[in-house]
């Protein structure tokens, strides 16, 4: 990736915290070469020059830049960690007075129970954002790819407490959590079948449909019962089978999903007594 082609990713990024864009490129001229003053900064940044003077007067008042030298003024930024730090917060902040705001208007029990989510990029935001509310147990049938993209918040989860169980076909990066994989590669399985993607979170919520790189790509959320389950049925059917195949103890990794279904094992044996 070439240097103008990050620098307009992480304006973009910047923009979607609410920063903008000429704050963005003033900062990120100063990240690259500072103390500054105005003047180079201008020519630096690609921001108009009648207009610095009051974008860094704007950054200074929100902590982002401040004076070093004076006559000329010359500036210097926070730190990338510690400008990470107060966005952090701030956008918690808003999170929270958004949360509430939202939860006065809105009746109580008002969630859909089932959602459909159009788009690959789309799928992977809701994968994550629910990897990141689970509570207690996480399950998840996937490619490698998927995987990747949702490593950070796997390892999170795992650093969180949570359980985390990863089926696939292909083979899957290590420290996600426990793995059971076929292990073929990724590019011959692509020649037969399509990317496609489960996730259970606390056997209550589910996350199911296609994970091609498409915009036009299907899947869907849900806390319906019915649909949770099918989603269930179809991780034991496929962990069940791997370790018929493999010789593997997965009745841990079972009973931990099928803990809340019917018992039809011990159903089965009542009967033929």
């Known amino acids: 990736m070439t240097g103008d082609a990050l620098e307009d990713r992480l304006v973009a990024a910047f923009r979607q915290l609410g920063l903008a864009r000429s704050d963005a490129r003033l900062y990120l001229a100063l990240l690259k070469k500072n103390p500054a003053t105005g003047y180079e900064l201008a020519a630096s940044s690609g921001v108009a020059r009648a207009a610095i003077y009051h974008t860094l007067g704007r950054l200074e ?18 730190a990338p960690e510690r400008l990470l730090e107060l966005l952090e917060v701030r956008l918690q902040q808003d999170l929270e007075q958004l949360r509430r ?7 109580e029990g008002d969630e859909e129970p089932t959602w459909n989510i159009t788009g690959y990029q789309s799928l992977l935001e809701q994968a994550r954002a629910l990897i990141g509310s689970c509570r207690h147990s996480l399950h998840l049938s996937l490619w490698r790819r998927e995987a990747e993209a949702l490593a950070g918040q796997l390892r999170q989860a795992r650093q969180r407490g949570r359980r985390v169980v990863l089926f696939s076909f292909t083979s899957l990066p290590r420290g996600l959590g426990r ?18 993607l489960i996730l259970v979170a606390d056997r209550r919520r589910a996350l199911l449909g296609g994970a091609e790189q498409r915009e036009d790509n299907q899947a869907l959320y849900t806390q319906e019962p019915v649909l949770v389950e099918m989603a269930i049925s179809n991780l034991v059917l496929d962990i069940t089978l791997y370790g018929q195949r493999f010789g593997k103890n997965v009745s841990r990794v079972v009973s931990g999903l099928t803990r809340h279904l019917a018992p039809v094992e011990k159903l089965i044996a009542g009967r033929d007594c």
Request: charged share 20%; glycine share 10%.
């Open 101 to 107: 705001g939202l939860e006065r208007l809105a009746p």
């Open 179 to 196: 793995v059971l994989s076929y292990g073929i590669d990724e590019q011959q399985l692509e020649q037969h079948w399509a990317h496609k």
């Open 61 to 78: 008042k929100g902590g982002l830049v401040q004076v070093v030298q004076h006559k000329p003024a010359r500036y210097q930024p926070i």
